[in-house]
């Protein structure tokens, strides 16, 4: 039960990472992040209805979680801080409340499976039972993940990426466009929200209501372990998937979201800037 929820928690780290590339260029994050998630998910599922391959439909479902992440940052983030103001917040709500009323009407309200290539039958793995599936989940993760932090570190753009992300103004004048490297952000966020919905979908199902469970998982994640720290979130989401699936075995599914929520008021409450976050010097 551990190692299950461990690595179902590594989908929350995938989710949190989102948030993470949009906080680092502009300061503010996607509260419809879920949502994302959830019509990829339903948009992969579109495809291979359509008879597309499945090796296919990965890039399809990534490509179509680019384009909705550039949505979200040219209609409710690009006004809002060229205005330097905090509209994007409810302006993210407002899209993913749009997105969840767009799935309902388009797919339906009901749930439905995700099918898969891999096989179902449990793996003997030191001892431990694991699903093909849930070794996916965790090659997947990292395998963003790290191609991510590689593109960050090693190209010309991904130092654009660090250079905003260290100081925007400095940047700017340096000859690097700020507003570009908030629309990468965007559209890195909704990679990793897309390929979380493809990774989570053939173990749980598709459907509307994915989305609000997901978001609020990930974004305890995000605040226990800090908004600047790749390695916290992956830690952290490993940490709560696995108290999930204790809580749930001994105290009832009933208790379930209870980890993540006490997590979460424990890291506003003690360390707002989280776990392995670093505290902000402001000068006076």
């Known amino acids: 039960m551990v190692v299950s929820g461990a690595l179902m928690g590594l989908v929350y780290a995938l989710i949190a990472y989102g948030f993470q590339l949009t906080f680092a260029t502009s300061k503010s994050i996607n509260f419809g992040q879920g949502e994302l998630v959830m019509l990829s998910a339903f948009f992969s599922l579109s495809l291979l209805d359509w008879g597309m391959p499945y090796w296919l439909m990965i890039p399809g479902g990534l490509l179509f979680g680019v384009a909705l992440g550039l949505v979200v940052e040219r209609t409710c983030v690009r006004l809002a801080l060229e205005q330097k103001s905090e509209g994007w917040i409810l302006m993210t709500i407002i899209f993913g409340l749009l997105g969840f009323s767009s799935a309902e009407n388009i797919w339906g309200r009901d749930d439905r499976p995700f099918p898969t290539s891999l096989p179902t039958d449990a793996l003997q793995v030191f001892g431990v039972n694991i699903t093909p599936l849930e070794i996916s989940v965790a090659i997947g993760v990292f395998t963003v993940m790290g191609l991510i ?11 654009a990426f660090e250079a905003v992300s260290a100081d925007r103004d400095a940047a700017e004048l340096m000859g690097v466009s700020a507003t570009r490297t908030i629309m990468l952000s965007y559209g890195l966020s909704g990679l990793v929200a ?18 609000s469970a997901l978001i609020l998982k990930a974004f305890s994640v995000a605040v226990v372990a800090g908004l600047d720290s790749g390695f916290g979130v992956v830690l952290v989401g490993i940490v709560l998937g696995a108290l999930e699936s204790l809580t749930s075995f001994y105290l009832g599914s009933g208790w379930r979201e209870a980890p993540g929520l006490v997590l979460l008021i424990l890291a506003l409450a003690i360390r707002p800037n989280g776990v392995f976050g670093k505290a902000t010097i402001r000068k006076v």
């Open 194 to 211: 897309a390929m979380a919905g493809i990774l989570i979908s053939p173990i749980t199902t598709v459907g509307p209501t994915m989305a």
């Open 149 to 159: 932090e590689l593109f960050k570190r090693k190209t010309l753009l991904g130092k």
